[in-house]
């Protein structure tokens, strides 16, 4: 009896105590967890899709040619030199001919303008110069007929017809003296002859010696110096004539000038000629592989047709289309992981190392799609790797700006509108909202808060509008 007593007032207490404590939880507020809208920048995914490529090059002629051999199979690894494929050369080689003879030719024009104006420079210096020592000559005479003797000149003169005078009559005096030998028969007819020659030559030598005397006494006649005059006009314009030949100079120095240009088109032309007949032989730019092989033995390639086709796939960098809303969230230089279709589950890093400037059109899309085109560099790739690879390209982009935001656990959409709970003054209050890039922890706010503001990010569901709240802030 006691024990079922005791057992009832229990009941009753633990009765009354669960009411109580009902009564008070309905007294007091609920607990929200709130968090503050803060200023910051969003880092926010993205991905894109594109395919691997590499160094890859389609191999040509510039003219049109015979294929005579093919050294190489598709797939198989080339060196950098390597001949790939042989081309009949006959055209090529009668080009290096006429070039040759045209080289020739300008080397002969060439040499045969120098050699003419090497000539006539030093034809055409020479006569200047005789021109000028004649005329330095005819203006002396002239000057010296126009002055006239000097007394030195006259007495010199004087002292040669005193001379002579002094000969003459010493010769006549040993011809006289001859004739009277002679005449005794004292000496022969030669002795006599030769004394008479010796009177007659110093008496010649006397009359001429007289006649400069008086000459130089009487000075220049006036046919004389108009004959000076002359000789003077036609030295200046023999000088004037052996100039007006260095006109001649220029003009050959100009052909020369054309010859040696002309010379260096025909060289030009003949490396030309050489270098195309070189291409007898394809040879590979650079190490890669044979991706395709387009002709045969025999086949006639047309000027600028691929004949091979080189691919090198040690060189390989990713290609994605990034769509147009998340342009603005990559930056040369970002990091990014990459992975294949063709690779399943494995994946490996990347850096974006160029960003195309302008958005096109995405081929082959029946919708007005813009992409932007990025390149990616990637970091030991696997070695299954082949150009054509699909791709996918994801990374982690910022705006590149601050910007409000707030835990993506506030917000809450409906279809008409998105809002969250803002908590003031302990109540709460449905705020409507707009909202930019979100992720899974953040979303950006265009409109509707402020910086600082609280809005509750757990304990939202069993609100309303002015709800008094106790607030509990988010670590």
């Known amino acids: 009896m006691g024990r079922r007593r005791l057992i009832g007032i229990l009941v009753v207490v633990v009765a009354v105590l669960g009411l109580l404590m009902l009564l008070r939880s309905r007294a007091l507020p609920p607990v929200v967890v709130v968090a503050e809208v803060r200023r910051g920048e969003l ?25 005579v051999d093919v050294l190489v199979q598709e797939g198989q690894q080339v060196r950098r030199g390597q001949p790939l494929v042989r081309f009949w050369d006959q055209d090529m080689a009668s080009a290096v001919r006429v070039a040759r003879a045209r080289y020739a030719q300008a080397v002969a024009v060439m040499r045969e303008a120098e050699r003419a104006y090497a000539q006539a420079c030093v034809e055409t210096r020479a006569r200047i110069q005789r021109a000028e020592a004649l005329l330095k000559e005819a203006e002396a005479h002239q000057r010296l007929i126009e002055r006239g003797a000097r007394v030195e000149e006259i007495e010199q003169a004087s002292q040669e017809v005193e001379a002579a005078r002094a000969q003459s009559e010493l010769a006549q005096q040993n011809w006289q003296r001859a004739q009277q030998l002679y005449a005794r028969g004292a000496i022969a007819r030669v002795e006599y002859e030769r004394a008479k020659q010796e009177y007659q030559v110093a008496e010649a ?27 003077v006009e036609s030295a200046r314009a023999e000088l004037a004539l052996a100039r007006s030949m260095e006109g001649n100079l220029a003009v050959l120095k100009e052909r020369v000038q054309r010859a040696r240009a002309a010379l260096r088109e025909a060289v030009a032309a003949l490396h030309q000629a050489q270098s195309m007949l070189s291409l007898r032989t394809l040879e590979a730019p650079r190490d890669a592989r044979v991706n395709r092989c387009e002709v045969e033995p025999g086949e006639s390639v047309a000027p600028g047709v691929p004949v091979l086709e080189l691919i090198d796939t040690r060189s390989l960098w990713g290609e994605a289309e990034l769509a147009q809303e998340d342009a603005g969230k990559v930056r040369i230089g970002d990091m990014v992981r990459l992975s294949a279709p063709a690779l399943p589950g494995r994946s490996w890093q990347g850096q974006i190392t160029a960003i195309l400037p302008a958005f096109e059109r995405k081929p082959d899309s029946m919708l007005r799609v813009r992409i932007l085109r990025i390149t990616v560099k990637m970091i030991e790739p696997p070695a299954e790797l082949r150009p054509g690879m699909e791709i996918t390209v994801e990374g982690t982009g910022r705006l590149g700006t601050t910007t409000l935001l707030v835990p993506s656990d506030a917000v809450q959409e409906e279809p008409n509108r998105t809002w969250v709970w803002v908590v003031q003054n302990g ?20 409109s509707g808060l402020r910086e600082g503001e609280l809005v509750v990010v757990m304990g939202k569901t069993e609100l309303s509008e002015g709800q008094r709240v106790r607030i509990q802030r988010q670590r």
């Open 205 to 231: 030598r006397r009359r001429a010696a007289e006649a400069n005397l008086q000459k130089i006494r009487q000075g220049a006649r006036p046919e004389e110096r108009a004959a000076a005059q002359a000789r």
């Open 427 to 446: 109540l709460v209050h449905r705020r409507v909202i707009k909202t930019g890039y979100f992720t899974y922890n953040y979303t950006e706010i265009i």
């Open 43 to 67: 880092f926010v995914p993205f991905s894109a899709e594109g395919i691997i490529k590499g160094w890859q090059a389609g191999l040509s002629l510039p003219i049109a040619a015979q294929v």
